[in-house]
């Protein structure tokens, strides 16, 4: 079964920065796009950030102007770049990639295992 793999994660303090990177264990076909998702502790888990083959982005409202997603969807490489981090930012980011079936007609999603984010002081 093919895996995503986060790394980058780490302790930050408030207003710094962080690049976290994914990758896949082995090649992903008919990628429809990936991102990242992040989970506090007691919250569910939030969408981030994606991008598509062709490089269009999406960002939550809450990190636009802060985040940036980068990478080749196509080849299962992606990373996010958070600038200014806040203490709300903490959490553990998760990388996902949404793959369209065989057939087609339906889709699914790939997900890593995580990796922790803290901004603290």
């Known amino acids: 079964q093919t895996h995503l793999v986060e790394s980058g994660g780490g302790l930050v303090q408030p207003g710094g920065s962080l690049t976290l990177s994914c990758a896949a264990s082995?090649?992903?076909?008919?990628?429809?796009?990936m991102g990242w998702y992040r989970q506090a502790p007691g919250k569910q888990r939030d969408f981030v950030a994606r991008?598509?083959?062709?490089?269009?982005?999406d960002y939550a409202e809450s990190v636009k102007g802060r985040f940036t997603i980068a990478g080749d969807a196509a080849k299962n490489t992606v990373t996010l770049e958070m600038n200014s981090l806040k203490p709300e930012d903490t959490a553990v980011y998760f990388c996902?990639?949404?793959?369209?079936?065989?057939?087609?007609?339906?889709?699914?999603?790939?997900w890593g295992q995580g990796t922790q984010v803290t901004v603290s002081s």
């Open positions: 996902n990639a949404h793959v369209r079936s065989g057939t087609g007609y339906w889709s699914y999603d790939i």
């Open positions: 082995q090649t992903i076909f008919d990628v429809l796009y």
């Open positions: 991008i598509t083959p062709a490089s269009m982005t």
